[in-house]
């Protein structure tokens, strides 16, 4: 499994509460993650900060994280490091891949 993150899919769309909303979590939990740097918001095009379609992907995974395994944030903040580190390294295993 890669996590290629496609242009569109970084893009910031969304303002604090969606995004919070489709991640399942409120806005106070979205803030703490991105005080904690687990999160961080892009500046769209009006100006004002949003988060992308891969900051909703994390913010599940780290709810996650945090429900199923009752992770607390500096181990939530553990995991999602050595994932970064295994995808990192797989990309650099894997064959070249078609552009």
Sequence with gaps: YYAIV???DSEPLYMEHIAAQLAGVSPAFLRRCVRQG???PKVMRGGGLGYSVADIRRLARIRRLRQDLDLDMAAVEVVLRLRRQVVDLQM???PERPR
Aim: net charge positive.
């Design 6 to 8: 496609r242009h569109r």
């Design 38 to 40: 687990l999160i961080q």
């Design 92 to 94: 650099q295993l894997s």
